[in-house]
């Protein structure tokens, strides 16, 4: 077995081992367990955290956040303990491909911002630390999620070139380039002022 292939085998182990984790639809299934229905057929249609507060229900959308936080961070956490620290990065990006893309649900899922939040604290404590207080602040500030979650992966390569090592900073920079195709529509309310803020049922 040359060592190319043996890379090979481990690179693509990592990115199906952290996609597969990443695309549990967490906040599907904590909706349709709770009787509420199908959370894509309310309010954005989107299956993450945000949405689920859209039903009224804010422990299951701090359930939601918690848990795709957690899939992020043991996707990564798991390939480095197993396979290697340096395929981290690797695993963080997949573990939220994973969630945006999930093969269950015909590759239509969330908008990645709390798995990405859990795979980069997983990565490096100090990137996944910034981008959640950067997150908090403006969410606060402005009573609107999308605009705390384009803040804070803005923030996250930034910080990572500064102290994570040499290439990882890598993983946030595409992490945060997903996010923002992912809210290409939220861009454009933002800029319109007509975005939802946090709370709102529709």
């Given at each position: 077995m040359s060592v190319w292939w043996r890379l090979e085998a481990m690179s693509f182990g990592t990115a199906l081992i952290a996609y597969l984790l990443g695309s549990?639809?967490?906040?599907?299934?904590?909706?349709?367990?709770?009787?509420?229905?199908?959370?894509?057929?309310i309010g954005s249609g989107n299956i993450g955290a945000t949405n689920v507060l859209r039903t009224g229900k804010r422990g299951?959308?701090?359930?939601?956040?918690?848990?795709?936080?957690?899939?992020?961070a043991a996707a990564v956490q798991i390939v480095g303990l197993f396979l290697g620290i340096w395929l981290m990065p690797l695993a963080a990006v997949a573990a939220v491909i994973g969630h945006c893309?999930?093969?269950?649900?015909?590759?239509?899922?969330?908008?990645?911002?709390a798995t990405g939040l859990g795979a980069l604290l997983a990565l490096d404590w100090r990137v996944g630390l910034a981008a959640c207080a950067t997150w908090l602040i403006v969410a606060f500030a402005t009573r609107i999620s999308s605009a705390g979650a384009l803040a804070a992966f803005a923030v996250a390569p930034l910080v990572a070139a500064w102290l994570s090592p040499p290439w990882w900073w890598l993983a946030p920079l595409a992490i945060a380039a997903l996010i923002y195709r992912r809210h290409e529509a939220n861009i454009r309310r933002l800029l319109a002022g007509t975005e939802p803020r946090i709370g709102r049922k529709a």
């Amino acid at each position: 077995m040359s060592v190319w292939w043996r890379l090979e085998a481990m690179s693509f182990g990592t990115a199906l081992i952290a996609y597969l984790l990443g695309s549990i639809p967490f906040g599907l299934l904590l909706t349709r367990a709770a009787g509420l229905g199908d959370i894509r057929a309310i309010g954005s249609g989107n299956i993450g955290a945000t949405n689920v507060l859209r039903t009224g229900k804010r422990g299951l959308a701090a359930a939601t956040l918690l848990l795709d936080g957690a899939k992020g961070a043991a996707a990564v956490q798991i390939v480095g303990l197993f396979l290697g620290i340096w395929l981290m990065p690797l695993a963080a990006v997949a573990a939220v491909i994973g969630h945006c893309f999930p093969v269950w649900l015909r590759f239509r899922g969330g908008k990645g911002v709390a798995t990405g939040l859990g795979a980069l604290l997983a990565l490096d404590w100090r990137v996944g630390l910034a981008a959640c207080a950067t997150w908090l602040i403006v969410a606060f500030a402005t009573r609107i999620s999308s605009a705390g979650a384009l803040a804070a992966f803005a923030v996250a390569p930034l910080v990572a070139a500064w102290l994570s090592p040499p290439w990882w900073w890598l993983a946030p920079l595409a992490i945060a380039a997903l996010i923002y195709r992912r809210h290409e529509a939220n861009i454009r309310r933002l800029l319109a002022g007509t975005e939802p803020r946090i709370g709102r049922k529709a």
